[in-house]
């Protein structure tokens, strides 16, 4: 006896009644459609209140939602001059009302010569004044106020001193720690130069204290599908709630599979000493080295291009991280300090000729198992990717193909048509999208797969059947050693 889903058995009027089963009509590899969620803090400028999930289509809405210059809508701008492609959601935050706002300072002195332009570079943006000969400090820096201020899309807002007026005091336009890390120079392309007889002194972002709370954010996206989350701060106390959050979401109940990306500023010492705080199988940071950019601009656009390589698997190394500006020659990261920071649980980029920042390696922070030894089985991005979307197909397999079939011991006579699974059906099934996904080049070794793979049916439970599913993962390809054995 046929099963049928929806034509009754008992149905007497007479006619011809043909009802459509899709459960093989997809017969290759399901196809994910990856969202990526950023987080961050908005302005009162913003039209979306905060904890309120909202798609983003361009940069301009994020510059509306949140407020122009402000730290979401920048980590916005960035994602999508690096990934315009890939649906992207955003959660806003208020900042905290405890927290205080970082400030720095621009001091313009000596006697200038010769005219010439000031560049000012606020978080890797430009800002261009005019001098000329003769030109008073004071009236350069209102000059400089006033350009910092008409460039609303910076971090900052300026105001001349009111005691010293030949110095522009900057301060943040949100509340908390990622304002301390908004990088103040100076002249970043070669040919560009201080008029002669210029001197700028700077002070150095500091004070901000006191990062919003992650935890509402959290709570506002609820168990929505999220591949890959982004957010802007590293202090410990986020960082521990978002590892709870990720586990959780991670976990075979909930099965929301995503990886988490941010991004750090500061000294190779201070990168280590965060890297080595984390052991998050779930989470990827950045080092920024000392890089223009901020670091949640970073974070948006390491999160950005990994969303849009549609191979788990495929290396990330040497793709371009859009929008970064490079360190400077003499503060870029050595191979041995690179090499450090890959031990540490923090990813790397290097610095091509032409200037454009390539991903080395993307990392996670995970270094030891939960008996402190240490494990590399989860450090690479690719392989948490890859297992990732291996679990999805297996579950978008299974239900697809049997969605309300009964279930019976290998063994039982069974009718044809009837839908009913055993075991050894199942096992035939995986070992089946075991072949798709070595063909798709996310696995390897068919022999030991076949001979390890456990389908059985639970001894307690009779509806259910129980699986060992051991998918050796593909590698990639890091590197190639050789000894060059010369003849003379």
Known sequence: ???????????????????????????????????????????????????????????????????????????????????????????AVDDDAAGMQAAGSILIGGT???????????????????????????????????????????????????????????TCRWKGESGNYIDIR???????????????????????????????AIAAIGDEQYHTIIIPWTDAANLAALYTEMQRRWGPLVKKEGMAFSAASGTHAALSTLGNSLNDELLCVMGAQASPTTPWEIAAIVGAIDAYESDPARPRQTLTLTGVLAPWPEDRYTLSERNIHLYDGISTFTVDDGGLCRIERLITTYKTNALGVDDISYLDVETLRTI?????????????????????????????GQAIVTPKVIRSELIALFIQWMEAGLVEGLTQFKKDLLVERNTSDPN?????????????????????????
Not at 29 to 41: A, D, N
Not at 188 to 215: F, R
Not at 391 to 399: D, E, N, P, Q
Not at 464 to 488: E, G, H, T, Y
């Open 186 to 216: 100076t002249n970043y392309y070669q040919s560009e130069k201080l008029p002669t007889g210029m001197t700028v002194t700077i002070t150095v972002m500091t004070g901000g204290t006191a990062n919003p709370d992650i935890a509402d």
């Open 464 to 488: 259910r059947v129980d699986a060992v599913i051991p998918p050796d993962v593909i590698n990639q390809f890091r590197v190639f050693a050789a000894s060059l054995q010369f003849r003379m």
């Open 1 to 91: 006896m046929i099963s049928f889903n929806q034509i009754p058995i008992d149905i007497r009027v007479p006619g011809v009644y043909i009802e459509t089963d899709n459960s093989l009509a997809v017969g290759g590899l399901p196809t994910e459609h990856h969202l990526i969620l950023v987080m961050g803090q908005r302005l009162s400028a913003g039209t979306v209140a905060a904890l309120t999930p909202t798609r983003i289509t361009n940069k301009k809405q994020g510059e509306a939602y949140f407020g122009r210059g402000s730290q979401l809508s920048s980590m916005i701008n960035a994602l999508k001059d690096a990934n315009g492609y890939t649906e992207c959601w955003a959660v």
């Open 388 to 416: 990732a979307y291996l679990r999805y197909s297996t579950r978008v397999r299974i239900a697809l193909r049997y969605p309300r079939h009964k279930l019976a011991s290998d063994g039982t006579e069974i009718a044809p």
């Open 112 to 170: 200038i010569t010769a005219a010439g332009t000031l560049y000012l570079y606020i978080g890797g943006k430009r800002v261009k004044v005019a001098v000329t000969a003769g030109e008073a400090t004071t009236a350069i820096a209102t000059a400089l106020t006033a350009a910092i201020n008409e460039k609303t899309e910076l971090p900052v807002t300026a105001a001349v001193d009111g005691t010293n007026q030949s110095k522009v005091n900057l």
